[in-house]
């Protein structure tokens, strides 16, 4: 299902060379999960894989509560929990999973990626919310719904 950690900034040699190898999707989440990736592994591509792959295993309500828990607690175990933002999460989610629904899975992680160019954009979602809105305290804590105009 997937075809390797390509298009990440992971400099750390070791860390790197296990997470591209192509069986290592199950290997990637692990570390994701056990707060053993390396920070400079975990750029905006990898969090649309991590995405990308809850949402292939698992319902989306599942693997958005999968999602934000393991980013949540990531970003705990970093020493940053600031870091972790609800609204961006959960609406990243949701446009993984309309691709995925949309198009398929692509076949695995890098034709999906190449596919659907606009999710490796870490400002796709000011395509559907005011910067202001995202930067706030209370899209950061809880996720914000965008009533749409209408």
């Not at 949402?55 to 929990?81: E, V």
């Not at 949309?102 to 659907?116: A, I, K, N, S, V």
């Amino acid at each position: 299902m997937d075809a390797g950690y390509q298009g990440t900034r992971c400099p750390r040699a070791a860390a790197s060379a296990a997470l591209n190898a192509p069986h290592c999707a199950a290997q990637f989440l692990a570390a994701l999960e056990d707060c053993t990736l390396p920070a400079e592994c975990f750029d905006h591509a990898a969090h649309v894989r991590a995405g990308y792959l809850y949402l292939c295993r698992q319902p989306f309500p599942q693997a958005t509560a999968a999602m934000c828990t393991t980013i949540a607690r990531y970003a705990r175990a970093l020493g940053k929990p600031d870091r972790y933002h609800e609204t961006i999460t959960v609406a990243f989610m949701a446009l993984i999973n309309a691709q995925l629904r949309r198009h398929g899975d692509g076949g695995g992680w890098e034709e999906f990626r190449t596919r659907h160019p606009q999710l490796l954009r870490p400002d796709a979602l000011l395509a559907y919310y005011p910067r202001e809105v995202l930067e706030s305290r209370e899209a950061r804590s809880c996720f914000t719904l965008l009533a749409l105009p209408g």
